[in-house]
């Protein structure tokens, strides 16, 4: 597999959080160093997101300035066609759901986001209502144009997939990973149990914290030495910030053992499962779920949300449970909390799987998709 002296876009723009920047600043390293003959140019936004990621002299960063939807779209539609043409790309990759039309070279596009495509009623504001199906509108027109899209779990490519109509050979399936090194240390630490509980994700209706938080309450009443529960993760939703922090006034004396902390940088997060004991994910709309495989690497014990992907990724290194069901979700901690070998088990387990999971495998899937992609245009050019 050859990419020299190819030049590739990398259309990053709408990354911002969560397991698009996670795949972005773990994949994107690994990328220009297995091809230092090829270049990339990589479109982002924002200095946040470009200070994380790495210098090297096949990389070139673009950093767009700060824009609202409406400009976001409006570079999509005008402006990035025409750079993608002045650097003369032999292929452009959007990570996000959506892509320029009137490309010169073919495209890739990465689909992740739930949100997009599920027809779950989330409560959304008046904003995301009009935003979302939008997006699903570009995501379907720029999926067509495409020459593959990538999904991050083959439930996702499924349930997707089905929904926009798109061809079965279009579909291509790449795990996102994690890196083992910069874990390493994590089952050593001496303040394991600190945090008790933990869950780890961006606030969303669909995360599911209000019920989590309920169910917890349900659990602590009935152990005295309940370990608390901490939350950690940046406010998207307001709304459904305002409903957990009611939740957790409504335990009443257990209320200080409910702890949500928002947003902690991604390079620290790993102190966090460090000093935990349990992790439950309760989430009930995902497309694959990387804390899982951040707490299987931290060795600790999984609840998780009873669904394909979730089964998928974690497959028998979790104890699964209703996410709709408070007492489902209690239910699963108890036994967890109660059962030292099931712990073990479930420890045992996690460290095995999350050895299927790395970020060198995505790095390779992705070059090989890359270097697939431009030799069928060239094929094609040359039998015409």
């Known amino acids: 597999m050859t990419l020299a002296n190819k030049r590739i876009v990398i259309d990053a723009a709408m990354v ?3 397991g698009g920047f996670t795949h972005l600043v773990n994949v994107l390293p690994k990328l220009v160093k297995e091809a230092p003959n090829t270049h990339f140019l990589v479109l982002v936004r924002g200095d946040s997101v470009a200070t994380s990621l790495p210098e090297a002299p096949n990389l070139d960063l673009e950093v767009l300035p700060e824009a609202n939807f409406a400009q976001r779209i409006r570079f ?11 650097y003369q790309a032999d292929l452009y990759y959007s990570v996000a759901e959506t892509a320029p039309r009137g490309l010169s070279c073919p495209l890739i596009v990465s689909f992740r986001n739930p949100n997009v495509f599920t027809s779950l009623d989330q409560n959304w504001g008046l904003y995301q209502s009009f935003r979302l199906p939008a997006l699903r509108r570009a995501a379907v027109r720029t999926a067509q144009r495409a020459a593959r899209v990538i999904f991050v779990s083959h439930d996702s490519a499924r349930w997707i997939g089905d929904s926009i109509q798109l061809a079965p050979q279009k579909r291509t399936v790449i795990y996102h990973g994690i890196d083992p090194q910069s874990w390493q ?5 001496s303040d394991k149990e600190d945090l008790g509980i ?3 994700s961006s606030i969303y209706r669909y995360k599911n914290f209000v019920r989590l938080i309920e169910a917890w309450r349900h659990f602590a009443e009935q152990h005295a030495d309940a370990p608390p529960l901490t939350i950690v993760g940046d406010v998207v939703d307001q709304s459904h910030a305002r409903e957990m922090e009611k939740a957790r006034r409504a ?3 257990l209320a200080g053992k409910v702890r949500i902390l928002g947003a902690v940088p991604y390079e620290e997060i790993s102190r966090y499962y460090r000093r935990s004991n349990i992790f439950v994910f309760p989430s009930y709309l995902e497309t694959f779920g990387h804390p899982l495989l951040e707490a299987m690497i931290s060795e600790i014990p999984v609840v998780a949300a009873e669904t394909e992907v979730f089964k998928e990724i974690a497959n028998k290194a979790a ?17 967890v909390f109660e059962d030292s070998t099931l712990r073990k088990s479930l420890t045992q387990a996690g460290k095995l799987r999350v050895e299927q999971f790395t970020w060198d495998e995505t790095a390779r899937r992705t070059l090989q998709l890359l270097h697939e992609v431009i030799a069928q245009k060239t094929s094609s050019a040359m039998a015409h």
């Open 319 to 335: 104890v699964y449970c209703d996410p709709f069901d408070v007492t489902s979700i209690a239910s699963a901690l108890s036994r």
């Open 76 to 86: 999509q539609l005008e402006e990035a066609a025409r750079l993608s043409r002045r």
């Open 251 to 253: 335990c009443g004396p």
């Open 16 to 18: 911002r959080r969560g």
């Open 185 to 189: 240390s994590i089952s050593s630490n």
């Open 198 to 200: 933990l869950s780890v």
